[in-house]
């Protein structure tokens, strides 16, 4: 029995009969996206439905996000308004049972119990499949919590894909990490690197395919490390597996994210130059242009090394859009350090970017290191890196002004009667368009853009 009962009978018996209902909330990166969406294929066997309104919900996921500090308060500041709804809906007679699923209930399920007692669950990353048997447990009265790292794969005991259908969607090949950047959580919230065998990606991508799927994200944390086994048992790379699933027929476009500038090995570099299902868009996070920076970042990475690699994928893919990660005042960060930071992005120039203020995380070694750099000066140093970003984003899409591009179209706009798809480089198109154009790639001209979207007319062919 690996999970943990914390108390008995303080949230009360629970009815027998099972909740119907299921709200998720889902905060952070795209993996998480991925879980929800699998956490409520688990429950529907159960009997439950999703639905959009928490005040419905029988059952109140959060899947969390433990990467940042204010990530994470923002999980509890929701407990805080979830705590009103389950005390509003029991004055009406129902009972709601409120999950904290993800990477904070990995790394602070113990606090989460402590601190929230509406909290009736507590439930990491690697144990969703058990969610309906943790269900009655809780149902007999119980509040458990659930953060062990299971032998058995989570992955091959979640029921197959029956999700609402959708033309691009994320497809987890490989969790954790096991390069321990000093500033990071993730190599003790999601555990150590664990990559999916070929046959089980490629049989969910199928799926998923035959259920309308057009475009393909490929998850990991570290994804260009994969290493699935493939039909002969030994381990495939991740150029091998896009490989293997560009022959899906009606499969039209694929991406992944997130990779490390260590693994882009050149089979990956040719995937880009080869492939021509293989989206021309890379994000490749460098977290700081300093090598002193990146040394004690452990990211055994230097400046010039993220030079030479971005040179060598745009040989092999002029048009690539490159996208970055990059985190400013981190312990110790020099004006110098960090102006060798903008010096990079202006060298390299970014078609997209995330940059975030270094946030001290628990037990990891960065948040002991002497030199921590008060918020004024982070917050200063994110602004003017912001600016020059923004210009560089704003470039990058004025630049199709005037071209015409293929356009996924995706879903439905706003406005009415107008749809939003995804160029191959990942921005955002919004087109007036008929619903019948949704799931096909069709050529869109570009009339205007700005820094985060661009809009155009179909174009006769
Ligand atoms: N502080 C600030 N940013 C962080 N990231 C990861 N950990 C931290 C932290 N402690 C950023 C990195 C990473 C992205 C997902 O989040 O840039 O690539
Ligand atoms: Fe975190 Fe990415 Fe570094 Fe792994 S490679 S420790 S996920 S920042």
Redesign the pocket.
């Known amino acids: 029995m690996s999970s943990e009962e914390l108390l008995r009978g303080t949230s009360g018996a629970l009815p027998a009969a099972p909740p119907k209902k299921v709200f998720v909330k889902t905060f952070g990166c795209q993996m998480n996206v991925y879980d929800s969406e699998r956490m409520v294929e688990a429950l529907v066997p159960a009997g439950f439905a999703e639905t959009t309104d928490m005040a419905d919900a029988d059952l109140v996921v959060l899947n969390t996000c433990h990467i940042r500090e204010k990530a994470v308060e923002k999980v509890y500041s929701d407990l805080g308004r979830i705590r009103d709804v389950k005390a509003w809906r029991a004055a009406e007679g129902k009972t709601t049972i409120v999950t904290v699923a993800g990477c904070v209930a990995q790394a602070e399920g113990r606090e989460i119990a402590r601190r929230a007692p509406v909290v009736d669950l507590v439930v990491g990353p690697q144990s969703y499949h058990r969610l309906p048997d943790l269900l009655g447990e809780i149902r007999a009265g119980r509040r458990i919590v659930e953060t062990e790292f299971p032998e058995a794969d989570k992955f091959s005991a979640l029921p197959p894909r029956t999700g609402p259908r959708q033309t691009a969607a994320f497809l987890t090949v490989q969790e954790g990490?096991d390069?321990?950047?000093t500033f990071?959580v993730?190599?003790y919230t999601r555990g150590a690197e664990y990559s999916r065998a070929v046959a089980d990606i490629v049989a969910e991508a199928e799926a998923l395919v035959a259920r309308g799927v057009r475009e393909l994200t490929l998850l990991g944390?570290?994804v260009n490390g994969y290493h699935g086994a493939g039909a002969d048992g030994s381990a495939r790379t991740l150029a091998q597996l896009l490989v293997r699933l560009s022959d899906i027929a009606d499969l039209e476009r694929l991406r992944y994210v997130t990779s490390?500038p260590r693994d882009m090995g050149c089979d990956l570099i040719a995937a880009h130059r080869d492939l021509p299902k293989l989206m021309p868009y890379l994000h490749l996070p460098f977290q700081s242009g300093a090598d002193r920076i990146l040394a004690a970042m452990n990211r055994k990475h230097t400046a010039d090394d993220y030079r030479r690699l971005a040179d060598r994928i745009r040989k092999a893919r002029p048009d690539i859009a490159l996208s970055t990660d990059i985190i400013v005042g981190f312990p110790g960060e020099t004006d110098a350090e960090f102006a060798e930071t903008l010096r990079l992005v202006r060298e390299i120039g970014f078609a997209q970017a995330y940059s975030f203020k270094y946030s001290g995380r628990p037990g990891t070694p960065a948040a002991g290191m002497d030199g921590q750099i008060p918020d004024a000066v982070k917050a200063s140093r994110l602004d003017e890196l912001q600016s020059l970003l923004e210009v560089q984003q704003k470039s990058f899409n004025s630049g199709f002004i005037g071209q015409v591009v293929p356009v996924l179209f995706e879903r439905a706009g706003r406005r009415d009667g107008h749809l939003v798809g995804r160029t191959p480089y990942l921005q955002l198109v919004h087109v007036e368009a008929a619903m019948a154009a949704l799931g096909r790639i069709l050529p869109v001209a570009i009339a205007s853009a700005s820094q985060n979207s661009l809009t155009g007319t179909l174009h006769a062919a």
Do not use: A, G, S, T
Request: proline content about 10%.
């Open positions: 990490c390069k321990f950047c990071c993730v190599p944390q570290n490390h």
